[in-house]
């Protein structure tokens, strides 16, 4: 090894940060709970210092135990499986309880364990369910997709039965949109399509869908180079819309399982430009299975409607109507439940609206507006819960911590009059979940520098619980050290903007480090979480730090999460990506006070927007950004996903130009870019990162490209040596020293769990 030379350790040590081996280092850090029954009990798993626990809580009686005896279980399945059996690293990690028993899956069967003598048992007659498949509430019937038709099959009997004969390729019935589904991951999975587009009705009796209609929306082409079998480059056709094209639509119809009888909607087809609404959840049943609400927008997205559907008549009419300058949201984040509640009966409605340059609650009857329910400089980020005899729902809203905007909080809000109550006793980040019931919440507080600390609260937020207070104990040994919460002023010199500012490993305030910008623009979710855990792309950020650099994460304007005012900087300035100006005010405001940061040696690194925001910084800032690594950028938006470009940017704008394309900025390259893409990527299409390559050669520009065959948009299956080559050209680049040579990463393991996670 060079005198020069990284050592291999950072490496190893920059790869202990990353999300796939994070829990073991962050232990009794999470716990989702799964409700039992009505919600009167629920389970979680936790990572603990012995390994994968299982815990049980009864929220009523105060408790929380062991789920079983997980040594004298191992011991069960072992005897019964001939398998070999850790206690704490049991072959499942979800489990169902009744009448005494644990049933679980595991070694391609389901078994059931009783637990008064742990005998267990292989139930030869449990079917395994499909992942392809959709299950009646009661567990009668799976509804699934059979070519491009809609079928059910009876649980009891098996009987199948088509509840649809038409459907084609091009008009097919619970399908999404082809731009939305991951058929490459999929594939990688085992799994040839996503579940159906559907949803049971809450007595089991009805299915919602839709028919998906693609037939006038154009093909995008993928070539895999070098498909599995090593034969012939395939070629992959599937329909996909850019901004100005046209888009799929959907047309809402509602079957009866037991009739067999058809009822579509009486109202015209819906934009689908690219998630089904029954993924975004923005249709839903009504709790006694009477009535569809759904939510639907016109292409330049300025006007919101709430619908509600009768299902049996196919009647549908207007209960909420919005509109405004710039979009009209539900809730600023993509993945965000709409925070739209309709109340027993369809009279009343609760409204989330930021007419007044905040999102507030506002209550409708029989479609007027009767009033504002909160009011003040904070967002309602959830509705968790409505008591509607109580006349009261409990919400989550962000910005009444005064030291954090992003911080959010636990409140009840007055349905007659308004007004709210905060429930939660400290400034920390909460975030919660709840049964249907809503008699007990589950909360995780934290911030980014405080481990989480996880109860159960009652209604009033008196803790009934405590359930896990997290251990950072293996994260503190292994070098890390928490991020800074920094707040500094935006371009325009008025604005405060929140980040995180993570120090490198092995801080010396007397030396002097290279430092890292890791950008993600918006405007659908915001890049820094409030809470102990920050998310995908701060795992990554996490670990280059590992390596010896300065990282810094920031939520310029543009970015969801505060006011409209904040959230509208990206409408028609999508081409500042985020606010890169806000990028760069942050980082020379931070180096006044913390000499340490080197704003000479100034790197950026980004994933999809991320990666197009990374060119950008180079393109837009030669003299500030020196070095970055795009990888799978939609660099020419103008080609991208339709709903991309004129959701955020507003209605089409053929003459757009360098404002949504970073190929028209080409000939201001100066420093040091390398291009990652991978060719099978069928969300964010390499020809995205072609374009750019083919003006920065018109432009005379040296640059690097690194094409990947055979992955998609999260490069899953090489994911490792993706991210030893983005922190070897760092390194080599910004660091100037060289890498350890020969190191090898380990690729994400590829699971359903992972699936879920990427695409929750």
């Given at each position: 090894?060079?005198?020069?030379?990284?050592?291999?350790?950072?490496?190893?040590?920059?790869?202990?940060?990353?999300?796939?081996?994070?829990?073991?280092?962050?232990?009794?850090?999470?716990?989702?709970?799964?409700?039992?029954?009505?919600?009167?009990?629920?389970?979680?798993?936790?990572?603990?210092?012995?390994?994968?626990?299982?815990?049980?809580?009864?929220?009523?009686?105060?408790?929380?135990?062991?789920?079983?005896?997980?040594?004298?279980?191992?011991?069960?399945?072992?005897?019964?499986?001939?398998?070999?059996?850790?206690?704490?690293?049991?072959?499942?990690?979800?489990?169902?309880?009744?009448?005494?028993?644990?049933?679980?899956?595991?070694?391609?069967?389901?078994?059931?364990?009783?637990?008064?003598?742990?005998?267990?048992?292989?139930?030869?007659?449990?079917?395994?369910?499909?992942?392809?498949?959709?299950?009646?509430?009661?567990?009668?019937?799976?509804?699934?997709?059979?070519?491009?038709?809609?079928?059910?099959?009876?649980?009891?009997?098996?009987?199948?039965?088509?509840?649809?004969?038409?459907?084609?390729?091009?008009?097919?019935?619970?399908?999404?949109?082809?731009?939305?589904?991951?058929?490459?991951?999929?594939?990688?999975?085992?799994?040839?399509?996503?579940?159906?587009?559907?949803?049971?009705?809450?007595?089991?009796?009805?299915?919602?869908?839709?028919?998906?209609?693609?037939?006038?929306?154009?093909?995008?082409?993928?070539?895999?180079?070098?498909?599995?079998?090593?034969?012939?480059?395939?070629?992959?056709?599937?329909?996909?819309?850019?901004?100005?094209?046209?888009?799929?639509?959907?047309?809402?119809?509602?079957?009866?399982?037991?009739?067999?009888?058809?009822?579509?909607?009486?109202?015209?087809?819906?934009?689908?430009?690219?998630?089904s609404p029954v993924t975004l959840k923005k249709a839903w049943w009504a709790k006694d299975?009477?009535?569809?609400?759904?939510?639907?927008?016109?292409?330049?997205?300025?006007?919101?409607?709430?619908?509600?559907?009768?299902?049996?008549?196919?009647?549908?009419?207007?209960?909420?109507?919005?509109?405004?300058?710039?979009?009209?949201?539900?809730?600023?984040?993509?993945?965000?439940?709409?925070?739209?509640?309709?109340?027993?009966?369809?009279?009343?409605?609760?409204?989330?609206?930021?007419?007044?340059?905040?999102?507030?609650?506002?209550?409708?009857?029989?479609?007027?507006?009767?009033?504002?329910?909160?009011?003040?400089?904070?967002?309602?980020?959830?509705?968790?819960?409505?008591?509607?005899?109580?006349?009261?729902?409990?919400?989550?809203?962000?910005?009444?911590?005064?030291?954090?905007?992003?911080?959010?909080?636990?409140?009840?809000?007055?349905?007659?009059?308004?007004?709210?109550?905060?429930?939660?006793?400290?400034?920390?980040?909460?975030?919660?979940?709840?049964?249907?019931?809503?008699?007990?919440?589950?909360?995780?507080?934290?911030?980014?520098?405080?481990?989480?600390?996880?109860?159960?609260?009652?209604?009033?937020?008196?803790?009934?619980?405590?359930?896990?207070?997290?251990?950072?104990?293996?994260?503190?040994?292994?070098?890390?050290?928490?991020?800074?919460?920094?707040?500094?002023?935006?371009?325009?010199?008025?604005?405060?903007?929140?980040?995180?500012?993570?120090?490198?490993?092995?801080f010396d305030a007397a030396q002097r480090y290279p430092v890292i910008d890791h950008p993600?623009?918006?405007?659908?979710?915001?890049?820094?979480?409030?809470?102990?855990?920050?998310?995908?792309?701060?795992?990554?950020?996490?670990?280059?730090?590992?390596?010896?650099?300065?990282?810094?994460?920031?939520?310029?304007?543009?970015?969801?999460?505060?006011?409209?005012?904040?959230?509208?900087?990206?409408?028609?300035?999508?081409?500042?990506?985020?606010?890169?100006?806000?990028?760069?005010?942050?980082?020379?405001?931070?180096?006044?006070?913390?000499?340490?940061?080197?704003?000479?040696?100034?790197?950026?690194?980004?994933?999809?927007?991320?990666?197009?925001?990374?060119?950008?910084?180079?393109?837009?800032?030669?003299?500030?950004?020196?070095?970055?690594?795009?990888?799978?950028?939609?660099?020419?938006?103008?080609?991208?996903?339709?709903?991309?470009?004129?959701?955020?940017?507003?209605?089409?704008?053929?003459?757009?130009?360098?404002?949504?394309?970073?190929?028209?900025?080409?000939?201001?390259?100066?420093?040091?870019?390398?291009?990652?893409?991978?060719?099978?990527?069928?969300?964010?299409?390499?020809?995205?990162?072609?374009?750019?390559?083919?003006?920065?050669?018109?432009?005379?520009?040296?640059?690097?490209?690194?094409?990947?065959?055979?992955?998609?948009?999260?490069?899953?299956?090489?994911?490792?040596?993706?991210?030893?080559?983005?922190?070897?050209?760092?390194?080599?680049?910004?660091?100037?020293?060289?890498?350890?040579?020969?190191?090898?990463?380990?690729?994400?393991?590829?699971?359903?769990?992972?699936?879920?996670?990427?695409?929750?």
């Amino acid at each position: 090894m060079s005198m020069n030379a990284l050592p291999a350790i950072a490496y190893d040590r920059a790869e202990r940060m990353l999300l796939h081996n994070r829990s073991r280092l962050a232990l009794r850090a999470k716990a989702k709970p799964v409700w039992i029954g009505g919600g009167e009990r629920f389970w979680y798993r936790v990572e603990t210092e012995r390994g994968g626990e299982f815990v049980l809580v009864d929220p009523a009686a105060g408790t929380r135990g062991p789920a079983f005896d997980p040594e004298r279980l191992a011991a069960a399945l072992a005897s019964a499986a001939g398998q070999p059996v850790q206690p704490y690293a049991l072959p499942f990690r979800a489990v169902e309880f009744a009448d005494g028993t644990v049933a679980f899956d595991a070694f391609g069967a389901r078994w059931t364990c009783r637990l008064a003598d742990y005998r267990c048992a292989r139930d030869e007659k449990h079917a395994e369910p499909s992942p392809l498949e959709v299950a009646s509430p009661d567990k009668k019937w799976a509804a699934f997709r059979r070519d491009h038709d809609l079928w059910v099959r009876s649980a009891e009997t098996g009987e199948e039965f088509a509840l649809t004969a038409d459907g084609t390729a091009d008009r097919s019935y619970a399908a999404h949109p082809d731009a939305a589904v991951p058929t490459h991951l999929l594939g990688k999975l085992g799994l040839a399509d996503m579940p159906p587009a559907l949803l049971w009705s809450p007595d089991s009796a009805r299915i919602l869908t839709h028919r998906t209609d693609q037939s006038d929306v154009a093909l995008m082409h993928l070539v895999e180079a070098v498909p599995p079998d090593g034969g012939r480059p395939r070629l992959r056709s599937y329909h996909y819309p850019v901004p100005g094209e046209p888009i799929t639509c959907g047309e809402w119809i509602v079957f009866d399982v037991a009739s067999r009888t058809v009822t579509p909607a009486k109202t015209d087809p819906f934009l689908l430009p690219y998630m089904s609404p029954v993924t975004l959840k923005k249709a839903w049943w009504a709790k006694d299975s009477t009535a569809v609400y759904y939510l639907d927008q016109p292409r330049d997205l300025r006007t919101l409607r709430l619908h509600a559907l009768d299902p049996a008549t196919g009647e549908v009419r207007t209960l909420v109507e919005e509109h405004g300058d710039t979009r009209v949201e539900a809730a600023q984040e993509i993945t965000q439940k709409p925070i739209v509640h309709v109340l027993a009966g369809g009279r009343e409605t609760l409204w989330y609206s930021q007419r007044d340059g905040w999102g507030h609650l506002y209550r409708y009857e029989d479609g007027e507006l009767v009033e504002q329910l909160t009011r003040g400089p904070f967002a309602v980020q959830q509705i968790v819960h409505v008591d509607e005899a109580e006349r009261v729902a409990y919400a989550v809203v962000s910005g009444l911590v005064q030291a954090d905007p992003y911080r959010r909080s636990l409140v009840r809000v007055g349905l007659d009059g308004g007004g709210i109550a905060k429930l939660t006793d400290d400034d920390l980040d909460h975030v919660i979940t709840a049964p249907e019931h809503g008699r007990w919440f589950v909360d995780s507080a934290s911030t980014v520098d405080t481990p989480p600390t996880i109860t159960v609260r009652d209604r009033d937020g008196a803790v009934l619980v405590e359930l896990e207070q997290a251990d950072i104990t293996p994260l503190l040994a292994a070098g890390w050290t928490p991020p800074e919460r920094v707040r500094t002023l935006a371009a325009d010199g008025v604005t405060e903007i929140y980040g995180v500012l993570y120090k490198p490993h092995g801080f010396d305030a007397a030396q002097r480090y290279p430092v890292i910008d890791h950008p993600y623009p918006g405007p659908q979710i915001h890049r820094v979480a409030a809470s102990f855990d920050p998310g995908t792309y701060g795992y990554d950020a996490e670990a280059v730090a590992a390596l010896g650099f300065a990282v810094l994460a920031v939520d310029g304007r543009g970015t969801p999460g505060r006011d409209k005012a904040f959230h509208d900087h990206a409408h028609r300035n999508m081409g500042s990506a985020g606010a890169l100006e806000d990028h760069v005010a942050a980082l020379r405001q931070l180096a006044q006070a913390r000499p340490w940061l080197d704003l000479d040696r100034v790197g950026v690194f980004g994933v999809s927007g991320g990666g197009f925001t990374t060119a950008r910084a180079l393109l837009a800032f030669p003299d500030f950004y020196k070095v970055g690594v795009a990888e799978a950028g939609n660099h020419d938006n103008r080609h991208y996903h339709a709903l991309w470009a004129e959701a955020y940017d507003g209605p089409f704008d053929p003459d757009a130009g360098a404002r949504l394309s970073n190929t028209e900025l080409a000939g201001n390259l100066v420093g040091k870019l390398l291009l990652v893409h991978g060719d099978m990527d069928d969300n964010v299409t390499p020809h995205l990162t072609m374009r750019l390559v083919d003006a920065l050669i018109a432009a005379n520009k040296d640059f690097d490209l690194l094409i990947v065959p055979g992955v998609e948009h999260s490069f899953l299956g090489r994911s490792g040596y993706v991210a030893r080559r983005r922190w070897d050209y760092l390194v080599r680049h910004l660091m100037h020293r060289e890498p350890p040579a020969g190191y090898r990463l380990a690729d994400v393991p590829l699971s359903l769990e992972l699936l879920e996670a990427l695409f929750s």
